[in-house]
C-alpha cells in the first residue's frame, strides 16, 4: 500500500507568527509529498516490502536491498522525521509536566538547561540536517543527524526532531537559524504532545 502525507492536525496559519503559512505549507505539499512520491517510486521496485513498516526498514537498513536503500534512507527517512516534526507542534503548545519533564531535569538538571543544549547542537548542525532528544537504552540524549538521516537508523528513538533545513524557515528568517530555532522551542513545540511520544516508548 503506498505510502500518503498526513494531514496536519492544525490549518497552515495556525502557528503564524512564529511559523509562516506559505512555508507551512510548501514543506508540507511539495517537501514532505516529495520525499513520499520518491519513497514510493522506489518500493515499486520490490513490491514485497509494500506492506513492511517503515520503522522496520529505518532500524534495519542492511536488510533493505542495495539498490534501493539509499532511496528509503533518504527519502523514507525524510517522511518518517517530517510525520513526526508536524505531530508534535501545535498552535497553543502546552508543557510536558509528567514522566518526560522529570527524566529531562534529571538528566540535565533543568528544562532550561536542556533547551540551551538543544538549540546550541541544532544550531552548530553543517548545511541541512535535525536536532533531536532521543531515547536508547543509555537514557534520554541530544543527537543531530545530516539530511533525512533518521535516528531509528541508529537503534535511537526520536521523541523530539527539530528540522533545520532552510527551507523549513528561510521565507521568514533568512539566515537567521538561531532566532528560528528560539521561537520554534518556545512557541510551537508541545511539550505535552512529546510526552505522549515519550510514555509510549517507555512501556
Avoid at 50 to 58: I, R, T
Avoid at 129 to 144: E, N, R, Y
Wanted: glycine residues 4%; proline residues 6%; aromatic residues 10%.
Amino acid at each position: 500500500m503506498p505510502h500518503t502525507l498526513p494531514p496536519l492536525p492544525y490549518a497552515y496559519n495556525a502557528l503564524e507568527p512564529y511559523i509562516d503559512a506559505q512555508t507551512m505549507q510548501i514543506h508540507h505539499t511539495k517537501h514532505h509529498q516529495a520525499y513520499i512520491d520518491k519513497l514510493n517510486a522506489a518500493l515499486e521496485k520490490h513490491p514485497e516490502l509494500a506492506q513492511k513498516p517503515l520503522e522496520d526498514m529505518l532500524k534495519d537498513l542492511n536488510s533493505v536491498p542495495e539498490d534501493i536503500r539509499a532511496a528509503i534512507r533518504n527519502h523514507g527517512g525524510g517522511h518518517y522525521n517530517h510525520s513526526l516534526f508536524w505531530e508534535i507542534m501545535d498552535k497553543n503548545p502546552k508543557a510536558a509536566t509528567g514522566r518526560l519533564k522529570t527524566d529531562i531535569e534529571a538528566k540535565w538538571s533543568s528544562v532550561e538547561k536542556f533547551k540551551e543544549e538543544f538549540s546550541q547542537a541544532a544550531a552548530g548542525v553543517f548545511g541541512s540536517g535535525w536536532a533531536w532528544l532521543v531515547l536508547d537504552s543509555a537514557g534520554l540524549s541530544i543527537l543531530t543527524t545530516l539530511n533525512q538521516d533518521c535516528p531509528l537508523s541508529q537503534n535511537k528513538n526520536p521523541i523530539i526532531g527539530l528540522d533545520v533545513w532552510e527551507h523549513a524557515y528561510y521565507l521568514k528568517y533568512q539566515n537567521r537559524r538561531p532566532e528560528y530555532i528560539k521561537t520554534w522551542i518556545e512557541n510551537c513545540l508541545c511539550g505535552e504532545k512529546c510526552e505522549t511520544r515519550y510514555q509510549k516508548i517507555k512501556k
